[in-house]
Every structure is written in C-alpha cells, then in structure tokens.
C-alpha cells in the first residue's frame, strides 16, 4: 500500500529531468522504509522487554529539552546549500566552519542547562542524559553538510548509506545496554553512537574537510540567511518538541513515556508513509521555481498523494489503537491507546496543507513565515498545556484541536502564495476523507462485531488489515482519486526497476 504511494508525490514536480526525481524518491523511499523497520522493531523490543514508562518518559523528557535546541543546529544549512546556484568548494568550507561552531555553543548550551532542567523538574537523572546528548551534538557538523550536498544531487543512494549506518549504532548500542539495564541511559548512548557513525560515513560518502578557502563574504551569506530560517525551524521546534516536557511536567514521567509513546507511534507510521520523499521535494520544487513553472499543479498532486495515503493510515490506526499497542508494547502500555488514537487522527490535519515550510522558505517568505510559526507554537503549547491540567486522555484529544487550529492558520496564505486551485483542494479532501473511511471499515467492523479491541490477536488483525489494503486499493479506484494515476504510474516505475529472471539465454 505505502511503496507506490509514498513517492506519487513527486512524479509530476519538474518535467526536466523527471526519471531523476522518480529514482530518488525510490533511493529515499528504501532508505525510510529500512530506517523505520529497524528503528520500529528497536523501540518494540526496548518497550516490551527492557525499559518501564517511566524510564521512556524520562529519557523524553531530556531528549525533547535538547532538541528544542538542536533544532537551529542545521542552521538554514540543508536549505541554503540547496538553494545555492553553486555551492562550491568555497560555499562548503563556509557553511562547514559555520556548522563547526554552532555545533560547539549549542553542546556547550545543553550541558549548561542540564542542572537546571534537572531541578526544575526535580530529578537528578535528567542532567547525565542532556550531558550524552550535548556530546553528539558535536559530531552533527561532520554529517549535516554532506547530507546537504548529497540531497542537492538528488543522491539518495549514498544518503541511505549514512542514515542506515547510524541507524544500526544507534538501535545495536540502545539495544545492548537496555539488555544490561543501563535504563534510560541506553537510549542516550545509542544516540551518541549515531551521530559519531553518521559523521564517519558521511565523511566517507562526501568529504567536506575544513580547510583554507573560506570567504568572509560567504559566511556573512549564509549567517544572513540562517538569521531569518533558524528562528522560524527553532520557533517550529518549540511547538513540535514540548509536548513530552508539558505532559512531564504536569502529569509525571510515566504519564510522558505514555504520551511519547502513543505521539512516535503515530509520528513514525507518518513519517513512513510520506517522510521518505519529502527531502526531495525542496530540490524538486526548486527546480521548478527556476524553469519559472507554476507550483500549484504539483502542490496539488503532492496534496493528492497525501490525502490518497496519510489519511486512511491514520484512520486504520486510529480504530485499531488498542490491539496494535497490547500487540507491539503489551499489557503495560494499554494506556497510550487513546493517546494514539487522538494523535492519529490529528496527523490527517497535518497533511492537509504539505510543505507548509519548505515552500514559503523557498519562495523567500521567511519572516511572514516566522509570525506564522509563533502563532503556531502558541496555539500549540496553550492547547497542550490546558489538556494536560486536566488528564492525561485531554492533552492527547488536544492535538485535534490544535490541528484544526493549524490549518486555519495556514491554508489562505498558502493558497495565495503557491496558487493552487480551491475547487481541486476540496475535491481532494472530500474523496481522501471518503476513501479512509472505506479503508478503515473493516477494522471498525472488526472491533464491533466480530472481536473487542482487547481480543484480536495477531491472526485476526493481519486478517484485518489485509481486508483493509483490499478497500483502500478498490476505493482508490471506485472514488477515482486524483491520486490513482501517480500511484499507478510509480508502481509501475517501481515494478520496472524490480530485477527479473533472464529466461531467453540473453545477457
């Protein structure tokens, strides 16, 4: 279901160079799917077998307090290497040895906060865990501008190469530890594992050695453009890494490691669903920003593509919340069902309106976006934060408050700036909603009349979801999405580059 459909959002961006983008989405897609199985089965065996939710949520906690910061450690980088019309040897020195500093004052940062985190949310193993993590943040620089350059190339082969590398330090490490009760700890570790292993073979991939060559010039280019990206990315960021630190805050650890658990699980089947060709689009977009080509056709294919499978995705999960949880994470976790199911269902906002960054920042919209993003941020922690006061199950049901919040907030200003058409957005929306309703029917039929949600085991839920796979393929088709011909066409693409068996004694 997802293959085809994660990379239909690309088959129309750029009619130059058009088998480029589509070989790409296919490296990318590979690369998410690999990351997320290994990554997936890692958080399931941790869950179950290794660490409380108290343990989870601690290491939350901490890791969201960082990465509020870390957020600006890109610093506009991946943006402005990808929108450089050359991005030389002088280009990459600059932004590298711009990358090298920010990576010290923003470790440095961490550590200096960790006490106090630390006390504020009185427990002492907060501060060691932030120690770990301001340590990987020193070996980022050495991965974020060859992935920068590599993405500009539309070189995923090699991207894979460093993303699944880290990926197996990070999952082999958290693993290993987590076995010899290391705790929380062992998902510190595993993170500093990652970020030295991504650094290695990014080095390998894409040498980006510092070096003379550097020009003030350029570096004033790039703080210049980073002064106006990284705080619409850190003002995003706050809206997007606090809700562990408010559920901890305000209901305690375990109550996070609930929340955390129910928000990634929902976050995860997102990400594997559409996240593998979004590094793609910005080049793509790019490209068509530059032949001086209109964007809203394929903002309205991407919108499709979307619709077509984000949306039944999160309704099948957001139906099937309990038994996915008590089979994945088990009896101990049965509390972050409703939480997921809430966080599911906010998720089909979040897709309504895609790239709702990358395509202002690209069309040069950077400080309107970043009043957009404050009054986003706000919605955002007010809404959480009111849900959270009163229980656990409110602060999950806020996230769709928030998501309505959030397209109303973005939808007449993207219109405007991309120009896609109303009447087909409406027209999209209209039969993606009808075609996860008939997608997730019969899982609700499932958990009403054949099974309770607490009793289907693994042979009735693989049942379930087949007959899910079969309605989403037949209303796909009935409902005559506008996304069936690009998913069509991308399974056919994927089919084509599929080896096959020689059978006529020809090489």
């Avoid at 450089?84 to 940062?109: I, K, N």
């Avoid at 030295?196 to 703080?223: C, F, K, M, W, Y």
Wanted: with cysteine; aromatic share 10%.
């Amino acid at each position: 279901m997802t293959a085809a459909g994660d990379a239909t959002g690309t088959a129309a961006i750029g009619r130059r160079g058009t088998g480029s983008v589509k070989s790409a989405a296919l490296w990318a897609a590979s690369s998410q799917y690999s990351l997320f199985a290994l990554q997936f089965v890692t958080s399931v065996i941790i869950s179950r077998f290794f660490l409380r939710p108290d343990e989870i949520g601690l290491f939350s906690v901490a890791l969201a307090a960082a990465m509020v910061l870390s957020i600006i450690q890109d610093f506009g980088l991946h943006r402005y290497i990808g929108r450089h019309p050359t991005a030389d040897r002088t280009v990459v020195r600059s932004c590298t040895a711009v990358a090298l500093v920010l990576a010290a004052v923003l470790a440095a940062t961490v550590f200096a906060l960790a006490r106090p985190l630390a006390w504020a949310y009185d427990e002492p193993r907060i501060e060691p865990i932030l120690h770990l993590l301001a340590v990987s943040y020193c070996f980022v620089p050495w991965s974020v501008v060859p992935i920068a350059l590599l993405a500009r190339r539309l070189d995923f082969r090699r991207t894979f190469a460093v993303n699944f590398s880290g990926a197996v330090a990070n999952s082999g490490v958290a693993l290993t530890l987590s076995w010899l009760g290391y705790s929380s700890f062992a998902l510190a570790w595993g993170t500093v594992a990652q970020a030295v292993v991504r650094a290695l073979v990014a080095q390998i991939a894409q040498p980006t050695p510092p070096g003379r060559g550097i020009d003030r010039a350029e570096v004033r280019a790039i703080l210049r453009f980073s002064a106006a990206a990284t705080p619409i990315y850190l003002s995003g960021g706050i809206g997007v890494r606090t809700p562990d630190m408010v559920v901890g805050g305000l209901q305690g650890m375990t109550a996070a490691g609930l929340f955390s658990r129910g928000a990634a699980l929902a976050a995860q089947l997102h990400t594997l669903v559409v996240g593998a060709v979004s590094a793609i689009y910005f080049p793509a977009f790019a490209r068509l920003r530059d032949q001086c080509e209109p964007l809203g056709p394929s903002y309205e294919r991407v919108l499709a593509a979307h619709g077509a499978i984000v949306w039944p995705a999160m309704a099948l999960l957001a139906v099937l919340s309990q038994p996915v949880i008590l089979l994945l994470y088990g009896p101990l976790w049965v509390d972050a069902a409703p939480l997921l199911a809430f966080v599911a269902l906010a998720e089909c906002c979040f897709v309504a309106l895609p790239l709702h960054m990358d395509l202002p920042i690209l069309l040069g919209r950077m400080r309107r976006l970043f009043w957009f993003n404050i009054v986003d941020t706000a919605i955002s922690v007010a809404t959480l934060a009111a849900g959270a006061a009163i229980g656990l199950e409110a602060a999950a049901g806020s996230r769709i408050v928030y998501g309505l919040c959030w397209f109303g907030l973005y939808a007449a200003w993207l219109q405007r700036l991309i120009g896609f058409s109303w009447r087909a957005a409406l027209r999209i929306y209209a039969r993606s909603g009808l075609l996860a309703f008939a997608t997730a029917a019969p899982a609700l039929l499932a958990v009403t009349h054949w099974r309770t949600p607490g009793t289907l085991g693994l042979a009735e839920l693989a049942a379930t979801g087949a007959a899910c796979a079969l309605a989403w393929v037949g209303g796909l088709f009935l409902l005559h999405h506008p996304a069936r011909a690009d998913i069509a066409d991308m399974a056919a693409h994927v089919a084509g580059a599929l080896p096959t068996r020689n059978t006529g004694g020809e090489p």
